[in-house]
């Protein structure tokens, strides 16, 4: 359900002012497509800023619980339940906090492992040049060792 959607509804029981849906993981997405499901962007979870504070506890209240109904037909939520809560004390800024901090990790932790795998390929590439000038000295040594040296019987020496 789109936030169009979704402030189509609660606009009924308050001004909606703000609306944020978190959209499902891409890999989610990429399962769900192959495993033939429909391709719209799906949401899993969402904030409703509504401008008064009784109608967001009343909407909470209503709708915690509650399957979101509808005609049978046409209706592709129609078997989905709300779980709605009011969060006292909770500002929008704490969630766009929150949204930059996990943005912040997960962009800490692909720059980590890309450092990672930087660091592997080095040892790689180094181990992989050391075989290659280890070789080579066994060669030197090798063609060193096949070179003819002519070897002269010594004759014993003749005691007196």
Not at 13 to 24: A, C, K, S
Not at 85 to 108: G, M, R, S, V
Not at 109 to 119: D, F, M, P, Y
């Amino acid at each position: 359900m789109g936030h169009k959607k979704i402030r189509k509804l609660f606009m009924v029981h308050g001004e909606v002012d703000r609306i944020y849906l978190t959209p499902e993981p891409k890999i989610n997405r990429q399962k769900r497509i192959k495993a033939g499901g429909n391709k719209r962007k799906c949401f899993t979870e969402g904030w409703v800023e509504f401008i008064d504070k009784k109608a967001a506890k009343r909407v909470a209240l209503m709708f915690n619980g509650v399957i979101t109904g509808g005609k049978k037909q046409h209706n592709f939520y129609r078997e989905d339940i709300w779980n709605i809560k009011y969060l006292p004390k909770f500002t929008w800024e704490n969630l766009t906090h929150k949204i930059e901090l996990d943005k912040q990790l997960a962009d800490k932790q692909v720059r980590n492992e890309v450092a990672l795998s930087r660091k592997a390929n080095r040892f790689y590439a180094q181990q992989v040049q050391k075989s290659r000038e280890i070789e080579g000295i066994q060669k030197k040594r090798k063609r060193k060792e096949e070179k003819f040296i002519r070897d002269f019987p010594q004759k014993d020496p003749v005691e007196d």
